[in-house]
């Protein structure tokens, strides 16, 4: 008897055999049980997944003449059945619809469904790759589903569902199937080498699982040509070197060598594989479903189940996971993918892979945008000679407010520079309301923040001194916007939701959509969480308040409290009145002061950059 390939030797022909496919297989059993069956049904899904095979045991179950009606499983040895397996039932009719796609092959078909047929209880036409025919023949096949006669069934199998026009899909039952799971092809290669009496090493089959991709036919027809190239027993190099694949070692080496930014080693590994016969395009195909994996270990962890892979792949996903960011390895895969992409098509396919792995180490070195503008800001808080002891906490700060709130604490004078830290500190553990409430918090010295309309107090030129302005209502709002000249001290450590409000306000000024969604909020602290409920949707919400937007407004209020401090924002608020001038509008021009600010004097010097465009969104707002 003449070869017969693994996939169609082992293909299922009970719906008991059908592996992974549990949901399509139930609902069309006890569719047979009801006798309710339809006229038309599209399976969908990835390739060598089990649709014709299931449209086929379901064409076996229906013609099946162990009964008097349809059984729910085929007997598989009646003449029906044998017919419908060996593929020339008279009335089970297979189209192939990637080459019989035109109106032509419709209408025929449209004909002979008319007919009633030979033998059998129905005639049932299987349309393999249903997506591929035209819309004219979808037309005219229409007119048959919409008046089906009562002896037709029509079976599509399509890998794009969404080609079929919708006035076809809507007369068909849908099966979506699944891709096969890591653990089910492995399972399967098992069962299959086992009859075969085929000794096979474990990472070979999973190499083979791996390579099929989800799908249970790649996996086997990589088997049938791994069992025809190999001697006796199956390995993971011998199934490797059929694929084309370089080891996974390799893989790992290439990163190891990105996160060291080492570009000489990277270039020795690349003429290595090229050395060896590997491909760039297949290289680079490997290096970015590594990369994914590594991105999902970092993300979900090693063990999750988004990752099909062997347990050593896992292992070697979270060691490498272990040596990027989550940040990084976005962006590496992202270089990978367009790498992958651009090698399809252009010539020196070496070089663009090398360019493509350079970049990668390139990207590994620089640094994260937030880093650098900590640091910025650290390095201004002490640099600036009349800063106050007391650190203002540098995410407080934008760029666009370099001037904007002077203000200070009555107990603790922008003048007396002699206030230490420490007193701060301990003048703030002793009043814990600060901690819990929105109400004024005391400080060093003892004095009280008298505000209704904002937690700030403002200290003018010719404020009183310290004596006084303890005991004294402070001047507020009339001198808020005047004063020019002093420092404004923000104790670390004051945290109560005005404040944190101020922070996240201040730090999130370049996002004016956000800041005004946010400032009209009732904020409430509680615990190590500041909450903002605002006045519009979650959707709202979501599309504004970014990840990225919420890394700065944690950081803001942590820096401003001086603990780790998480900022959330809910929706079911009442829009609150904004009351004081939070982001008062300080004097001077947007320019002046943004060309005053240290950080945009940093970025100047550092980068060479010129300011272009000022936008004052405080104004806009
Ligand atoms: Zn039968």
Excluded at 461 to 481: F, G, K, L, Y
Excluded at 559 to 576: L, M, S, W, Y
């Amino acid at each position: 008897m003449s070869y017969q390939v693994l996939a169609r030797k082992y293909r299922p022909q009970k719906f008991s055999d059908v592996i992974g496919q549990d949901h399509v297989t139930r609902t069309l059993q006890n569719a047979i049980a009801q006798e309710r069956i339809a006229h038309g049904y599209i399976f969908s899904g990835h390739r060598g997944i089990g649709k014709t095979t299931v449209a086929r045991i379901l064409a076996m179950a229906l013609n099946c003449r162990s009964s008097a009606k349809p059984p729910i499983e085929p007997c598989g040895i009646c003449e029906s059945c044998t017919e419908i397996r060996n593929g020339n039932s008279v009335d089970v009719i297979e189209i192939d619809a990637a080459t019989n796609r035109g109106i032509d092959e419709i209408r025929e078909l449209r004909e002979a469904a008319r007919y009633r047929p030979a033998r059998d209880r129905f005639k049932i036409y299987i349309l393999d790759e249903a997506h591929q025919i035209t819309d004219a023949a979808f037309n005219a096949l229409l007119k048959t589903l919409e008046e089906p006669p009562s002896h037709v069934v029509f079976m599509m199998a399509t890998t794009q569902p969404e080609d079929i026009p919708q006035t076809i899909r809507s007369r068909c039952q849908h099966f979506s199937y699944r891709a096969m799971k890591f653990d089910a092809v492995m399972g399967q290669l098992r069962d299959i080498v086992a009859k075969e009496s085929i000794p096979a090493d474990e990472d070979a089959l999973a190499l083979l699982a791996e390579a099929g991709d989800g799908s249970m036919r790649d996996a086997l027809s990589i088997l049938d040509q791994a069992i025809a190239s190999t001697a006796d027993h199956l390995t993971a190099d011998s199934v490797r070197s059929l694929i084309g694949s370089a080891p996974a070692a390799a893989l790992e080496t290439v990163m190891q060598a990105v996160a060291e930014s080492s570009s000489e080693r990277i270039l020795v590994l690349v003429d290595e594989l090229i050395g060896e016969g590997h491909g760039p395009t297949h290289f680079a195909r490997q290096l970015v479903r590594f990369l994914r994996n590594v991105t999902v270990a970092k993300i979900a962890g090693k063990n999750s189940p988004l990752l099909q892979i062997s347990s050593d792949e896992r292992a070697r996903v979270g060691r490498i996971a272990e040596l990027f960011g989550e940040e990084d390895l976005a962006r590496h895969l992202q270089i990978m993918l367009r790498t992958h992409g651009e090698l399809g098509y252009r010539q020196e396919q070496r070089f663009h892979l090398e360019l493509g792995l350079l970049k990668m180490a390139h990207a590994q070195r620089l640094l994260p945008i937030e880093q650098w503008l900590s640091e910025a800001s650290a390095s201004r808080t002490t640099g600036t000679p009349p800063r106050p002891t007391l650190a203002p906490s540098p995410v407080s700060r934008s760029i666009s407010s370099p001037t904007e709130a002077r203000r200070t604490e009555p107990g603790v004078s922008a003048r007396s520079n002699s206030v230490s830290p420490f007193a701060a500190d301990s003048a703030r553990k002793s009043t814990p309301k600060a901690e819990t409430s929105g109400e004024p918090a005391a400080f060093a010295g003892g004095g009280a923040r008298a505000t209704q309309s904002g937690n700030v107090v403002i200290m003018g030129s010719a404020a009183p001194a310290i004596a006084e302005s303890q005991t004294e209502p402070v001047p507020q709002v009339a001198e808020r916007n005047e004063v020019k000249s002093e420092m404004r001290v923000e104790p670390r450590g004051e945290a109560n939701a005005d404040s944190l409000r101020d922070a996240v306000l201040n730090a999130l000024g370049n996002q004016p959509m956000l800041v005004s969604l946010i400032e009209s909020a009732e904020w409430t602290l509680h615990g190590n969480s500041v909450l903002a409920k605002v006045a519009a949707s979650s959707t709202m919400i979501e599309m504004s308040f970014t990840a990225e937007a919420r890394r700065i407004a944690s950081a803001a209020a942590s820096g401003q409290a001086g603990r780790p401090i998480k900022v959330q924002v809910e929706p079911g608020g009442t829009a609150q009145a904004v009351t004081a001038p939070r982001r008062a509008l300080p004097n001077g021009s947007a320019r002046s002061r943004a060309e005053q600010d240290p950080i945009v004097q940093r970025m100047k010097e550092k980068f060479g950059a010129e300011i272009r465009t000022v936008i004052d969104y405080r104004e806009k707002g």
